[in-house]
């Protein structure tokens, strides 16, 4: 009679220890995890008494265990894909200011200022598109930011030395770099 008074005990003990799980989840979506888990270790305790009687306790514990070693296992494989996408976005955006810098000290070589460079970079490391605005050195006047970024390179003789540049060196095509001159 006690052990049936111990398993019931249990199961209640249970139930309010996974009422209060549940509602100290912070996130909905959580919730479905925890009930589907909470499903499982209730079968457990109700069927516990059952399969000690029969001797098959020990064949249900390494299933289990065995269920929970493959699940594991998925959730690392999530974690290191998870993982290799952010280092890869990391990467991606270190590329793109290294080229932004080497891109700016090709412009500096034309005797243009660079106010500011962007650079986008595909999955696969390929120059996407570079924009740029610039000021040719010497130009009198005050800074004043452009707002636009329309490209009025062809105006000026040494940003479309630039861009032609920039064309051949990175094998882009002209619309995929945008210069803006400042004031031009």
């Known amino acids: ?3 049936i008074y111990t398993w019931v005990k249990n199961i209640v003990c249970f ?3 996974m009422a209060i799980i ?11 995890y925890v009930r589907f888990f909470s499903g499982m270790l209730l079968t457990i305790l ?10 098959k306790e020990d064949v249900l ?12 296992l998925d959730n690392l ?11 890869k976005r990391a990467y991606v955006q270190e590329y793109e200011k290294v080229i932004a810098m080497d891109v ?15 650079v986008h970079l595909s999955e696969e490391y390929q120059v996407e598109s570079i924009g740029m605005e610039v000021r040719a050195d010497g130009e009198e006047g005050v800074f004043v930011p452009k707002v636009s970024s329309q490209d009025n390179s062809r105006e000026h003789p040494r940003v479309l030395a630039l861009k032609q540049e920039l064309m ?4 882009l095509a002209e619309e995929q770099i945008q210069i803006a001159v400042q004031g031009g």
Do not use: C, N
Not at 61 to 72: D, L, P, T, V, Y
């Open 104 to 118: 700016e000290r090709i412009a500096e070589g034309q005797q243009l200022q660079v106010l500011w460079t962007d």
């Open 168 to 171: 051949e060196f990175y094998r």
């Open 77 to 87: 494989k999530l974690d290191t894909r998870h993982f290799e996408q952010t280092q």
């Open 1 to 3: 009679m006690e052990f």
């Open 15 to 17: 139930y309010i220890f």
């Open 61 to 72: 514990m390494k299933k289990i265990s065995q269920a929970g070693f493959f699940q594991e």
């Open 22 to 32: 549940t509602h100290l989840l912070p996130k909905e979506s959580y919730r479905k």
């Open 46 to 55: 109700v069927m516990s008494p059952v399969l000690s009687v029969f001797g």
